[in-house]
Structures are given as C-alpha cells and as structure tokens.
Nanobody, 123 residues
Framework: QVYFVESGGGLVQAGDSLRLSCTTSVRTFRHSIMAWFRQAPGKDREFVMGISVSGGDTYSADSVKDRFTISRDNDKNTAYLQMTSLKHEDTGVYYC????????????????WGPGTLVTVSS
C-alpha cells in the first residue's frame, strides 16, 4: 500500500531549482512530523529536512542548509521541499516519510514511505 506520493523530480543543471511535493490521503498527516530523505546510488538513505506538525519548526541537514526549504499545507495533506542552488551531490531519489519515534535524523524512525521521485543534477 502506498501512503505517500512524491513528485516534482527531474533532470536539472547545477544551480537550478526544483520543488518537490509529497501528498497523501492518510488523515494522520496533519498530526505527524514529516521529513524528506534522499538516497544516492549505492548509499544509505539520508536525512534532508524535517518539519513539525504545525510547520513552525524545521530542521535540516548541514549539506542543504540555506539552500532547501521545507513547508507543509495540512489542508491539502501535502509537504513540500523547495530546492535552490542545486549541486551534483544533491542527485538521488527523494522520499518523504512520517515520523514514528526515535531520532528525527534516522530513516528507521519513519514509516509509510512513498516510492520516491528522482532528482538528477548535472554538473
């Protein structure tokens, strides 16, 4: 069963911007901390950014700080990841997940992953 659907990925050049969306029909979205992770070929899934239930608090990996922004619209059951100044090392499949328990920065703390959306940044 697919809980979340990510979209907005694509092939871009270094320095470009993209906006990813993560949407669901699951009602628990509006009561859940959400996060974006990414996975490059041959690497583990890594934390990118997270957002609190209200959207008032966000937290990010150092590698994307000041370049990426996370937001959410609880009326639309959708989370967003605005990515600017993209770099080749941002390439990977981007996933959103719902936080259950544990560390905010660990993929094992999240559930109901979507199939992901591929972002490819050419240098």
């Amino acid at each position: 069963q697919v809980y979340f659907v990510e979209s907005g990925g694509g092939l871009v050049q270094a320095g470009d911007s993209l906006r990813l969306s993560c949407t669901t029909s699951v009602r628990t979205f509006r009561h859940s901390i959400m996060a974006w992770f990414r996975q490059a070929p041959g690497k583990d899934r890594e934390f990118v950014m997270g957002i609190s239930v209200s959207g008032g608090d966000t937290y990010s990996a150092d590698s994307v700080k000041d370049r990426f922004t996370i937001s959410r619209d609880n009326d639309k059951n959708t989370a967003y990841l605005q990515m600017t100044s993209l770099k080749h090392e941002d390439t990977g499949v981007y996933y959103c997940g719902r936080f259950m328990y544990g560390s905010y920065y660990e993929a094992s703390s999240y559930v109901e992953w979507g199939p992901g959306t591929l972002v490819t940044v050419s240098s």
